[in-house]
């Protein structure tokens, strides 16, 4: 669905805002996934009847059900039941038995998008984080800073954070902390208290008409919607001069002269209040525990953000007591993940999936483990694997063995002439020393990688698609 299609459905068919001011019974067609799963939980903690469907059976359908969620596996138009409403996803086509269904019924069909925006929007604090990369880690360190300095936020996140259990954490609902997504235009319905805008890239542009002005108008968009803090990357230079609020804002970086990077645009007058942050007041690495400059960045971003409901009158104090808490930050599942060991081979699973992404993953792990790294990577749809197959040619410069598998579609369909070799070609390009290897499926990639490993190594299977299930496979394989 592109970004601007959204905005007019929200405009034409909006969610009202006292829909759930009586206990309702709705149905999400693709329950299963990240972003729908949190808001199916959400709206099962506060008193509704939830039922939903997805395509197979999964571990977060077990957790739901766990939760008192009726879940089908397949969809069928049965499976609407005696649903009011039901909820979707830009991956549900009109046909989807159940979608058609419930147009037959007449019944309301909202995006999982409004129904975010109506938690966020009638909080009387939330915190949004958006960005290119990043979101999920950012979100939930907001959330766990928070928590540890007595808050009770609710949180809907794009990731299980274990200390929570789940992708979400049920709290306070005027204090609410979301991951803010740009792929679809999502990001655009919220009007939260506090905009966090991480980073800006090319990325889902088959959603924004190919052109990345017109990604930038969504972000001013996001940007603008705010109606209190702005938290802005200061480190971009471009995101500084696209990006330009008018209230109340904070520029954060690692750049310790961030100041002067922003010295033009921070006053008090004329009804600014703007702030800086430096990740020198973050004590990288004494107060984090997951590797990486990126991180780092997205650290100082978060404090940032918690610092707007911890009290700016009181920096001194809520500061160091914000960067502390990070200290017992474990990470999401799936972003730089341990897997485990055997035979002295280590593995971690990540969700990077985006040149950026895989390119800063591999230098924090090379930095941080100290290990020799070897890599499965899967690339992530047709249409991303066509844009970005040259950018991922440089992108694993830190990797001293490289598989690359044939792509996961995401049920996008296919492109004639693309497929995960573009890929491979690149990097094989780039780095013609370097051991590098063609996987046409994920068995093919475990036998290569049962090959070449050695002890000592350290494993990273990365991608947005399958390939998390391979590292478990091959520690077996190992143990065995």
């Given at each position: 669905?592109?970004?601007?299609?959204?905005?007019?459905?929200?405009?034409?068919?909006?969610?009202?805002?006292?829909?759930?001011?009586?206990?309702?019974?709705?149905?999400?067609?693709?329950?299963?996934?990240?972003?729908?799963?949190?808001?199916?939980?959400?709206?099962?903690?506060?008193?509704?009847?939830?039922?939903?469907?997805?395509?197979?059976?999964?571990?977060?359908l077990s957790q739901l059900r766990e939760a008192g969620i009726r879940c089908f596996v397949g969809q069928k138009a049965e499976n609407l039941g005696e649903s009011e409403a039901i909820f979707y996803s830009s991956a549900i086509a009109p046909e989807n038995p159940e979608f058609a269904a419930a147009t037959q019924k007449n019944l309301p069909a909202w995006h999982r998008s409004q129904l975010l925006a109506h938690f966020v929007n009638g909080a009387k604090t939330s915190i949004a984080v958006s960005g290119t990369h990043g979101k999920s880690t950012t979100s939930a360190m907001i959330a766990h800073i928070l928590t540890e300095c007595g808050h009770n936020p609710t949180a809907v996140l794009g990731a299980i954070y274990p200390p929570f259990g789940s992708n979400l954490r049920v709290g306070n609902e005027d204090l609410i902390v979301v991951e803010a997504d740009e792929s679809d235009g999502s990001f655009t319905l919220l009007k939260p208290t506090v905009a966090v805008v991480l980073n800006v890239e090319p990325e889902h542009l088959e959603n924004y008409d190919e052109s990345e002005e017109e990604l930038w108008r969504a972000f001013e968009l996001f940007d603008s919607s705010s109606s209190g803090w702005n938290i802005l990357n200061g480190d971009d230079?471009?995101?500084?001069?696209?990006?330009?609020?008018?209230?109340?804002?904070?520029?954060?970086?690692?750049?310790?002269?961030?100041?002067?990077?922003?010295?033009s645009n921070v006053s008090t007058s004329s009804g600014r209040t703007q702030f800086i942050l430096s990740s020198g007041n973050i004590k990288y690495p004494t107060h984090l525990n997951i590797p990486g400059l990126h991180n780092v960045s997205n650290a100082t971003g978060a404090v940032a953000a918690a610092l707007t409901q911890l009290g700016?009158?009181?920096?001194?104090?809520?500061?160091?007591?914000?960067?502390?808490?990070?200290?017992?930050?474990?990470?999401?599942?799936?972003?730089?993940?341990?897997?485990?060991?055997?035979?002295?081979?280590?593995?971690?699973?990540d969700y990077g999936h985006h040149p950026t992404e895989v390119r800063a993953t591999l230098d924090a792990a090379k930095e941080f483990l100290d290990?020799?790294?070897?890599?499965?990577?899967?690339?992530?749809?047709?249409?991303?694997?066509?844009a970005l197959h040259r950018d991922f040619g440089s992108a694993f410069e830190s990797a001293d063995k490289i598989i690359i598998t044939q792509l996961y579609s995401a049920y996008e369909t296919p492109i004639e002439g693309v497929s995960g070799r573009m890929v491979?070609?690149?990097?094989?390009?780039?780095?013609?020393?370097?051991?590098?290897?063609?996987?046409?499926?994920?068995?093919?990639?475990?036998?290569?990688?049962?090959?070449?490993?050695?002890?000592?190594?350290?494993?990273?299977?990365?991608?947005?698609?399958?390939?998390?299930?391979?590292?478990?496979?091959?520690?077996?394989?190992?143990?065995?």
């Open positions: 669905m592109r970004w601007r299609d959204l905005l007019q459905l929200n405009e034409q068919h909006p969610l009202p805002a006292d829909f759930f001011r009586s206990s309702r019974r709705v149905h999400f067609i693709g329950v299963g996934g990240i972003g729908m799963s949190a808001l199916a939980l959400l709206l099962k903690s506060r008193g509704h009847d939830v039922s939903g469907s997805d395509a197979s059976e999964s571990a977060m230079g471009l995101m500084h001069q696209r990006l330009d609020p008018e209230g109340l804002a904070c520029y954060y970086g690692i750049d310790n002269n961030i100041a002067a990077v922003c010295a700016l009158s009181r920096l001194n104090e809520s500061l160091p007591h914000a960067a502390h808490t990070l200290q017992s930050f474990v990470g999401t599942l799936r972003r730089f993940e341990r897997k485990g060991e055997a035979r002295n081979i280590v593995v971690y699973d290990r020799p790294i070897a890599v499965v990577f899967q690339p992530h749809r047709y249409s991303r694997t066509l491979f070609d690149a990097v094989r390009e780039n780095y013609p020393d370097k051991a590098t290897f063609y996987a046409e499926n994920l068995d093919e990639a475990k036998k290569i990688a049962l090959e070449i490993l050695e002890s000592g190594d350290a494993l990273l299977t990365m991608g947005a698609g399958d390939i998390t299930k391979l590292g478990a496979q091959i520690l077996e394989a190992l143990s065995g």
